[in-house]
Structures are given as structure tokens and as C-alpha cells.
């Protein structure tokens, strides 16, 4: 069974910075790419940033490039979201996810994700 467990959410400040962590149990990590994707209230579940098994290739959303970068510690089972600049409209539980295909390139879509954390909620006051 896989298990991710999100950290490092919280409340900041517009223009502030944070830096979400996923830890990932089993051996599944080390060769699936892996996402972040965040949640509004009343918003659909969308795309934030991903990166491939081997930190090779990294894809961002328009609306983070830039401020954003996610990483990976693959002798951690570990997966990072470094935010910067942190607007108000980035508010949103955040999850992280692992694609289900082998060694994928970074992908956007959420239905190649195949196991969920459970959230980390991330406030930016204006």
C-alpha cells in the first residue's frame, strides 16, 4: 500500500514563501513521476507542477512558472514544492500524487495520477 503524507502548509502572507513537502512509503517511489495539484474552494482539483522519476524533466502550470519549483529526494521518498511569491489566489489544499505509468515523463493530467495524499492547506492573506 502506498502512503503520501503532505507537510509544510500554512498560513502566509501575499508575497511570502513556503515549501511543501510529500513523503512517500515503498519501493513505488524511486520510479514514477510525481505531481502537486491544488484545490480552491468551489474550484475544480488543477494542475500545479510535476517531475519525472529521475528529476530529469520538470512541467510547470502557467499560472506558478516561475515561482514555483518542485524537487525530489529519491533517497528520501521525498517530493518538494518550493512556493515563492505567494499570491492570494494560490490559496488551496495542495496534494501530491504519483503517476501510475513507469518512469513517465512529468504529466499534467489528473487521471494518469493513480495514489493521493491527503492535503495540505495553504492560506495566502493579502
Known amino acids: 500500500q502506498v502512503q503520501l503524507v503532505e507537510s509544510g502548509g500554512g498560513l502566509v502572507q501575499a508575497g511570502g514563501s513556503l515549501r511543501l513537502s510529500c513523503a512517500a512509503s515503498?519501493?513505488?517511489?524511486?520510479?514514477?513521476?510525481m505531481g502537486w495539484f491544488r484545490q480552491a474552494p468551489g474550484k475544480e482539483r488543477e494542475f500545479v507542477a510535476a517531475?519525472?522519476?529521475?528529476?530529469?524533466?520538470?512541467y510547470y502550470a502557467d499560472s506558478v512558472k516561475g515561482r514555483f519549483t518542485i524537487s525530489r529526494d529519491n533517497a528520501k521518498n521525498t517530493v518538494y514544492l518550493q512556493m515563492n511569491s505567494l499570491k492570494p489566489e494560490d490559496t488551496a489544499v495542495y496534494y501530491c500524487?504519483?503517476?501510475?505509468?513507469?518512469?513517465?515523463?512529468?504529466?499534467?493530467?489528473?487521471?494518469?495520477?493513480?495514489?493521493w495524499g491527503q492535503g495540505t492547506q495553504v492560506t495566502v492573506s493579502s
Open positions: 517531475i519525472s522519476w529521475n528529476s530529469g524533466s520538470t
Open positions: 515503498g519501493r513505488i517511489f524511486n520510479n514514477y513521476a
Open positions: 500524487a504519483v503517476d501510475g505509468a513507469l518512469r513517465s515523463q512529468p504529466r499534467v493530467g489528473i487521471v494518469f495520477y493513480k495514489y
